[in-house]
């Protein structure tokens, strides 16, 4: 499903990432585990396109989307979160899921402002896609609050619902229990492990996680980085 080769990056003079190769097949979990500074936010951000690489290539699905800019990348199929939550902060909750949905939408300006059927009906489902996500994260009584009115659990639970509001094939989650306590980080686990049992997104979307029962390291083929130790690939 995604297929990682030999990806470089270069700030300047420093190295964050060497020579980076994986595969990601569908019906697995794999997580990328390394130090601070080991590369893992860098690789999560040319795998989504908000970095070029240096060098290497990123096929998903088959089709080599190298250089993608990220919106080509989401209408893809791969959708991630952020190690730092960024929600939009003056839409709420609800209105940050609903926005996430624009990948999958059709209806453009016009039709919108003479509300025609196709956009009508776009919005609509929208509006339903977002409000069932936000009760399957568990914040459904806090739609109508702001990023900044919610407590940082839950800002972690959102930007899943908004993730998955893109209908993705692959989802990238970049320390999705980053600054929790242990009995959040616990509550957050618990909500990625339970990604296996949703078939009301794409069935493709979430095929990937179902079949997630067991650990175990299938391979590490990560370069070095700055002099620090690699970051590893472990897979189902
Ligand atoms: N935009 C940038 N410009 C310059 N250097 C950068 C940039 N982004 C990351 N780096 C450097 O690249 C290296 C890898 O950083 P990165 O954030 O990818 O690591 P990480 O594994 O995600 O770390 P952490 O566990 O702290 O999140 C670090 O040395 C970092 O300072
Ligand atoms: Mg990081």
Request: aromatic residues 6%; contains cysteine.
């Amino acid at each position: 499903m995604l297929v990682v080769q030999n990806i470089r990056k270069h700030f300047g003079g420093l190295t964050a990432l060497d020579g980076v190769s994986f595969e990601v097949s569908q019906g697995t979990l794999t997580a990328v585990i390394g130090p601070n500074g080991a590369g893992k936010t860098t690789l999560f951000n040319i795998v989504s396109g908000l970095l070029p690489p240096t060098a290497g290539t990123i096929t998903f699905q088959g089709v080599d989307v190298t250089g993608w800019p990220p919106h080509r990348i989401a209408r893809a199929g791969l959708s991630r979160t952020f190690q730092n939550i960024q929600l939009f902060p003056t839409l709420n909750a609800l209105e940050n899921v609903i926005a996430a949905r624009c990948c999958r939408t059709h209806s453009n300006l016009l039709e919108a402002l003479l509300f025609l059927p196709r956009d009508r009906l776009e919005r609509r489902r929208s509006r339903e896609i977002a409000e069932e996500l936000l009760a399957w994260v568990g914040i459904a009584a806090h739609r109508f609050l702001m990023p900044r009115e919610l407590p940082y659990g839950d800002q972690r639970r959102l930007e899943i619902a908004r993730a998955l509001a893109t209908e993705p094939a692959l989802l990238m989650l970049d320390e999705p229990t980053a600054g929790m306590s242990h009995l959040e980080a616990q509550e957050l686990m618990g909500l990625v492990g339970r990604l296996k049992e949703r078939g009301i997104v794409r069935p493709r979307a979430l095929a990937a996680l179902r079949l997630m029962t067991r650990w175990n390291v299938v391979g590490c083929s990560m370069g070095r980085s700055a002099g620090l130790a690699p970051c590893r690939i472990l897979s189902t």
